[in-house]
């Protein structure tokens, strides 16, 4: 019962400030396509409704505009990634890591502002890209300790126009952008 208050109290805050500040704010965009049975789902709000819905988020959940990652099993922990990122990121335009076999190829490397990730695979024809800026992974991993820092996301967020994630894969898409337009 808890999580269906917070949920409708999270929408009603939403729909409040969006509706006051649907001129003036960058719009937050998100497109998923794709599936077994081609599901699509579409997603738009003002920035300032993320921002608005992160202050009213619990504080288990959110504290401050960040996020805390814990109980991760993968043994690599948030402050391990901001480590290697800070290393990546001083390496510039680079080719970071390219894996070859008989019938696939993944390579990951930065081109300009963007953390780019591509996946091969002739045999299937399938193909694989993924484009994420890279102001916005290092606003990500300006928190402390495992925390992830959403605030400072959605404040990069709000200088960039065009797309911020941008994955196709053969029958499946995922967009997220940002623009002026409520749609």
């Known amino acids: 019962m808890r999580r269906v208050t917070m949920s409708v109290a999270l929408a009603v805050v939403a729909i409040l400030t969006g509706a006051a500040v649907q001129a003036q704010s960058p719009w937050l965009h998100v497109r998923v396509n794709g599936g077994d049975n081609q599901e699509s789902v579409a997603l738009n709000l003002p920035l300032s409704v993320v921002q608005a819905v992160l202050r009213a988020a619990p504080e288990h959940l959110v504290e401050d505009g960040r996020i805390r990652i814990r109980g991760n099993d993968s043994g690599l922990r948030i402050a391990d990634l901001r480590t290697i990122w800070v290393e990546l990121s001083a390496a510039g335009d680079a080719d970071f890591v390219t894996m070859q076999d008989d019938d696939k190829t993944i390579r990951v490397g930065r081109r300009g502002d963007q953390i780019q990730v591509r996946v091969a695979d002739p045999d299937d024809g399938e193909e694989l890209t993924i ?53």
Do not use: C, H
Request: aromatic letters at 2%.
């Open 131 to 183: 484009d994420v800026p890279a102001r916005l992974v290092d606003a990500l991993l300006s928190g402390d300790g495992d925390e992830l820092n959403i605030e400072a996301a959605v404040d990069v967020l709000q200088g960039i126009r065009g797309d911020v994630v941008n994955i196709r894969g053969d029958d499946d898409r995922v967009r997220v952008w940002v623009d002026d337009a409520a749609s």
